[in-house]
């Protein structure tokens, strides 16, 4: 359960993050909107080394899956925009792969 918390604030922070530059550069918002993606971007990179893994590869590996679902979540609660039945599958997908990542039984 506690993976799934910091990945979940993980993904709030990168996704977050990108957006505030994407409101700076794209939209023409002051450059503190460059800041505060900073910040969040920052905060995203430490929350991913709180993580129990051996392998920054393999949290990073399933972290993906988890992004791509939070993505389409932020699309539809800040962005207004829904998501279609393919990107549904899509992130269904990726997420059933971070779970085999995540949980698979692993000898070593």
Do not use: N, Q
């Not at 700076?24 to 800041?35: D, E, Q, V």
């Amino acid at each position: 359960m506690r993976t799934i918390i910091f990945y979940a604030l993980a993904a709030a922070c990168e996704i977050g993050g990108c957006y505030a530059f994407w409101r700076w550069l794209k939209m023409g918002r002051s450059a503190i909107w460059a800041l505060a993606g900073l910040a969040a971007l920052a905060l995203f990179a430490w929350l991913l080394t709180r993580v129990d893994s051996p392998a920054a590869g393999r949290t990073f590996a399933a972290y993906g899956g988890l992004y791509i679902a939070a993505s389409l979540v932020w699309m539809r609660v800040v962005e207004g925009l829904r998501p279609d039945r393919w990107d549904l599958a899509g992130a269904s997908v990726c997420l059933v792969g971070a779970a085999i990542i995540l949980w698979a039984p692993r000898t070593a």
